[in-house]
């Protein structure tokens, strides 16, 4: 009744283990006026990523689940771009950032969504709370560049 929440969690973890990188690789390819403010900005974003990929496998777990937890199979289903080892404006940066957030707030209702109808409001909730925090994230990205 609920694979398809239980998948659509899967790909949304790949999709945080690939995220989690590429934070690190803006936190330290970021060039330009704004680079204290966004590499630090970045480091919080990273982190908050690696709690979001631990309550997102122990959630997954509790539901009888397999977490994906290997970077080939993280690879393999991962839907989200990665960049290159290159340099990156902050400019860039934060259009990258605004593109990716909105990803994750689609990303994130949308599991809301088959949470709520498959009657399971405890990972409904969980999810609630990431949609918050990135709805959050995007009103202060968008408000840095306007
Ligand atoms: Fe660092």
Do not use: C
Not at 71 to 92: F, G, H, V, W, Y
Not at 98 to 104: F, G, L
Request: glycine share 4%; aromatic share 10%.
């Amino acid at each position: 009744m609920s694979n398809k929440l239980y998948e659509k969690m899967n790909l949304y973890l790949a999709n945080q283990e690939v995220n989690y990188l590429k934070l690190l690789n803006l936190h330290w390819y970021v060039k330009g006026r704004s680079f204290f403010t966004l590499h630090s900005r970045l480091e919080e974003l990273y982190g908050h990523t690696a709690s979001v990929i631990d309550s997102v496998a122990e959630r997954l777990l509790a539901l009888g689940e397999s977490p994906v937890a290997n970077m080939q199979s993280a690879l393999n289903a991962a839907t989200i771009k990665e960049r290159s080892d290159t340099p990156i404006s902050s400019d860039e940066t934060v259009e990258l950032l605004i593109t990716d957030i909105r990803y994750w707030i689609n990303d994130t209702q949308e599991i809301v969504r088959l949470a709520e109808e498959a009657g399971d409001g405890v990972t409904a909730d969980q999810f609630n709370d990431y949609l918050g925090e990135y709805q959050k994230l995007l009103w202060m990205l968008e408000s840095y560049v306007s």
